[in-house]
T-cell receptor
Framework: GQNIDQPTEMTATEGAIVQINCTYQ??????LFWYQQHAGEAPTFLSY??LDGLEEKGRFSSFLSRSKGYSYLLLKELQMKDSASYLC??????????WGAGTKLIIKP | GAVVSQHPSWVICKSGTSVKIECRSL??????MFWYRQFPKQSLMLMAT?????????EQGVEKDKFLINHASLTLSTLTVTSAHPEDSSFYIC???????????FGPGTRLTVT
């Protein structure tokens, strides 16, 4: 079956760095996505990785290793507004998104 | 660019009534739209894939006669929840596929409460 695993909840301090991991097993692979979702809102796109390596975009970076079925989202210089759920999703061979359950990130002052 | 809207943003209805939710791609044409449902503290669950001009493809366990999907144009898909029950109360989110297969743009979601 298809499976996406990510931690349920993480806590970090304002100004610090946090890494959210995601492992996956899917039928086919057409890229891995990270989305941010604030409570009561729809997901917003953060990053897309289809090749191995690190993609940096401002304070956020995303890493992919296809051979290991592994990705992480790295958030630097954490701000209170970064408190949200972070969803890892893999696009399978049919171009459908398979979603992880999301990681709730709590930022403390 | 690539904006998707949903209407209404929230709706309260009585048990047994039907509710229609609209999903529009505002500045691009979307041959494929997706409908998701999300219960509190859970991830998104794909309900169906909607292709313009053809019947929607429903995921296993989703009743097609209860959740009617119409994708009549390249910019509009509708989801009608028929004979709604309290357990249908959820956050319904649509997304639209862009020019490239891996592009998917999300609407802001519709909060449905059935009393």
């Amino acid at each position: 079956g298809q499976n996406i695993d990510q931690p349920t909840e993480m806590t970090a301090t304002e100004g610090a760095i946090v890494q959210i991991n995601c492992t996956y097993q899917t039928s086919g692979f057409n890229g891995l996505f990270w989305y941010q979702q604030h409570a009561g809102e729809a997901p917003t796109f953060l990053s897309y990785n289809v090749l191995d390596g690190l993609e940096e975009k401002g304070r956020f970076s995303s890493f992919l290793s296809r051979s290991k079925g592994y990705s992480y989202l790295l958030l630097k210089e954490l701000q209170m507004k970064d408190s949200a759920s972070y969803l890892c999703a893999v696009m399978d061979s049919n171009y459908q998104l398979i979603w992880g359950a999301g990681t709730k990130l709590i930022i403390k002052p | 660019g690539a904006v998707v809207s949903q209407h209404p943003s929230w709706v309260i209805c009585k048990s047994g009534t039907s509710v229609k939710i609209e999903c529009r791609s505002l500045d691009f044409q979307a041959t494929t739209m997706f409908w998701y449902r999300q219960f509190p503290k859970q991830s998104l669950m794909l309900m169906a894939t909607s292709n313009e001009g053809s019947k929607a493809t429903y995921e296993q366990g989703v009743e097609k006669d209860k959740f009617l999907i119409n994708h009549a144009s390249l910019t509009l898909s509708t989801l009608t929840v028929t004979s709604a029950h309290p357990e249908d109360s959820s956050f319904y989110i649509c997304s639209a596929r862009g020019d490239r297969e891996y592009e998917q743009y999300f609407g802001p979601g519709t909060r449905l409460t059935v009393t």
